[in-house]
């Protein structure tokens, strides 16, 4: 059974009330309890002080002087809150009787040797009976006092204390339960808002923050978490939807292109080397589209972390050489060098396919921003335990400096060129040095160049 959340409150209150109400009850009927049973012991007490007044002995034999005893009022009456005395000797023979006892005696124990207290059904009636061992000077028991007062004031305080109790158990908790569900309505109500307010929120009004209730309390803290959240959700749905954008214009771009050149092809007969040609320019234009693809891919694994870091180590100078040799020909056509300013010796602690992904997109990017003749160098420092790749390229406004490493971001100098790019390489960038905890650090100005650091942990 599933039961609001305000029911809930006020079943768990309810349940702890009960608790506390019972044990409250319990302890007051307890007193109760002890209070008119300790009354009618000290009533015993104090009669039974009276009684042993008159008791006597001589050697081993009790004399009796009930004369007093045997003519008060009290003695005589079975029906009003009489007392009842009764006297048995050593050898539990009735010695004493008082007439309300008529042909009847009390209960008793002809051995016992302290005074004791209990309850008894006489004559259906009950009985508080107290029972006192009676002993000579040298110690020898000759006998028993019992001494029985009825209990009718003390059975009806008790029978109506219980009655009282059982009736307002029930009572106080139906109430606590209606005041508690009040409560708790008046309570969650500015969460109902707030649920309210949040089910009309979609993709399209999650612009509109959830008004904020007057009293700073916990309330207003979840809604502002809630607010906050909501502005995260929407700076993600912006920047998904730019994603989509930019990821529609860069597979146009190359899309294009190909159409164009087929077009061309069809219109007429033309010479094999100019098909030639134009296959070519088409499958490069399929390499962009296969590159594209991949870097979308290799963000996509690493949004989803299902990527494994292997840490080892890592020989650096070797590891840009490969990289040397697979760049040649393009440092060959645009008559540029690669310079590789590290010993052999450098090794660092990293994830050797994705340092070389990292590594080699940075190497890219310089050798296509820069111009023919230009170089690129690779230096490493070991105070800072850093590789720098820098090169003397265009260089980069500082006002992009910041948004440098997000997706499908490209300067303004970079897009009014023909320098082919998708503004991928450097965000796959950012995320391998993030997953490995490496810092990575960019310095350039305009017309000098750009330089790129890698920090490594030591």
Known sequence: MSLRFKSRIALFNVAAA?????????????????????????????????????????????????????????????????????????????????????????????????????????????????????????????????????????????????????????????????????????????????????????????????????????????????????????ISLNREKQITADISHELRTPLTGIRGTLEVLIRKTREPEHYEEKIKQVIREVDTLNRIIDQLLQLSRLDA??????????????????????????????????????????????????LEIMIENLISNSIKYSKTGEQVVCSWNREKNSLSIADNGPGIPQEHIPFLFDRFYRTDASRSSQVEGNGLGLSIVQTLADLQQITIEVTSQPNKGTTFTLQFNS
């Not at 020989?315 to 040397?324: D, E, F, K, Q, V």
């Not at 056509?333 to 994830?351: F, G, T």
């Open 305 to 354: 972390g299902n990527l494994t870091l292997h840490k080892t180590t890592v020989g650096l100078s070797a590891l840009l050489h490969l990289i040397r040799e697979r760049w040649q020909q393009r440092l060959d056509e645009k008559n540029m060098i690669l310079q590789i300013d590290l010993s052999d010796d450098v090794m660092v602690h990293a994830d050797a396919g994705f």
């Open 18 to 234: 009960a608790v506390t109400t019972l044990l409250v009850f319990v302890v007051v009927y307890t007193v109760v309890y002890i209070t008119a049973f300790r009354h009618l012991d000290s009533e015993i007490r104090l009669e039974k002080e009276e009684v042993f007044k008159d008791i006597h002995w001589k050697g081993d034999s009790l004399i009796l002087d009930m004369s007093a005893e045997k003519f008060e009022a009290e003695h005589r009456q079975a029906e009003v809150s009489p007392t009842f005395l009764q006297i048995v000797d050593a050898k539990g023979r009735l010695a004493f009787r008082s007439d309300n006892l008529l042909n009847d005696h009390l209960l008793f124990a002809d051995s016992l040797r302290e005074p004791t207290f209990f309850n008894i059904e006489f004559n259906g009636k009950l009985i508080r009976q107290g029972q006192f061992p009676i002993f000579n000077d040298k110690g020898k028991l000759l006998g028993q006092l019992d001494i029985g007062l009825p209990q009718v004031e003390s059975s009806l305080v008790l029978s109506n204390l219980r009655l009282t109790l059982c009736i307002a158990f029930p009572l106080m908790l139906l109430i606590f339960y209606l005041a508690t569900s009040w409560a708790a309505s008046r309570g969650i109500a500015p969460v109902n808002e707030l649920i309210h307010a949040t089910a009309t929120v979609s993709d399209k009004t999650i612009s509109k923050h959830i008004p904020l209730p007057l009293r700073k309390d916990e309330i207003y803290q979840l809604a502002a978490t809630i607010n906050e959240l909501l502005d995260r959700i929407e």
